[in-house]
Nanobody, 125 residues
Framework: QLQLVESGGGLVQPGGSLRLSCAAS????????IGWFRQAPGKEREGVSC????????NYADSVKGRFTISRDNAKNTVYLQMNSLKPEDTAVYYC??????????????????WGQGTQVTVSS
């Protein structure tokens, strides 16, 4: 299983910003689309954003469009999620994930089967 490690979470006030990082260990991210997902207490996990292996294609959940930006630096084997204008409803554990097989494009959330341990994001005054 591919190993992914998220970091960058924390407590932030509404309207604030955080940048999450997803670092790969033991494999290169170059050939994989990477997705960010989140799970709030009592809710199902939901897809937040996804980026293709080249970085040329991205998509976002409607709830974060215009506020979040996904990017990647394949030289650093890392994917980022810049989160601006954070809202209390963004509070969740955020996970990055890779497809279970080598896959360059973001096609379906069901494709993603390798998960990091998650990083907590809390938006509160």
């Amino acid at each position: 299983q591919l190993q992914l490690v998220e970091s960058g979470g924390g407590l932030v006030q509404p309207g604030g910003s955080l940048r999450l990082s997803c670092a790969a260990s033991g494999f290169t991210l170059d050939y994989y689309a990477i997705g960010w997902f989140r799970q709030a207490p009592g809710k199902e996990r939901e897809g937040v954003s996804c980026i293709s292996s080249s970085g040329g294609s991205t998509n976002y959940a409607d709830s974060v469009k215009g506020r979040f930006t996904i990017s990647r630096d394949n030289a650093k084997n890392t994917v980022y999620l810049q989160m601006n204008s954070l809202k209390p409803e963004d509070t969740a554990v955020y996970y990055c994930s890779a497809p279970t097989t080598v896959q360059a494009m973001c096609v379906s959330p069901a494709d993603f089967g390798s998960w990091g341990q998650g990083t907590q994001v809390t938006v509160s005054s």
